[in-house]
């Protein structure tokens, strides 16, 4: 747990600086925070993890957009690809509006324009 402190220490320093980007500097932001505060379990590239801790075995999703937009595309009264999957990043909700594993943290501090950020970074990165 730790490291999620460090992470989260690290978010409120990213977003006390950075907070006044404009969007068209989307993907750099993105990429900022997410080197940040997703890559410790998702990984630099996305490709997820499982870790072991405690005898308890945690998966970490793989990020890649084909297999996220298919997934978050099922339930299109939810809003749109981006909507949905900005509410599991703030909300951990899953694309049935279902509650993620705890492990997955609410990011609920991020503002929208970090939250897009992020997925324009996932969007472009990870196929
Ligand atoms: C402490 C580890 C951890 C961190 C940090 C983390 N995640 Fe997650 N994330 C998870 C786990 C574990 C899951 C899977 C939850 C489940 O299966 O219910 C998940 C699930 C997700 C999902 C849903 C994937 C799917 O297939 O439905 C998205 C989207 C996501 N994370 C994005 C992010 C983003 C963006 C960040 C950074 C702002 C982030 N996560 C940071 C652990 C983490």
Not at 15 to 28: D, E, I, L, Y
Request: aromatic letters at 6%; proline letters at 2%.
């Amino acid at each position: 747990m730790g490291s999620l402190v460090a992470i989260a220490v690290a978010l409120v320093l990213v977003a006390a600086c950075g907070g006044k980007s404009k969007s068209a500097a989307a993907v750099p932001m993105g990429q900022e925070l997410y080197t940040l505060s997703c890559a410790a379990c998702h990984g630099t590239t996305g490709a997820g993890n499982t870790f072991t801790l405690k005898g308890q075995t945690i998966k970490v999703h793989a990020l890649g957009w084909a297999d996220l937009s298919q997934a978050y595309a099922t339930d299109p009264s939810r809003g749109s690809v981006e909507q949905q999957i900005g509410l599991a990043i703030t909300k951990g909700l899953d694309e049935k509006g279902e509650a993620l594993n705890q492990m997955m943290p609410r990011w609920s501090t991020l503002s929208s324009a970090q939250v897009d950020s992020i997925i324009a970074y996932i969007k472009a990165n990870f196929k």
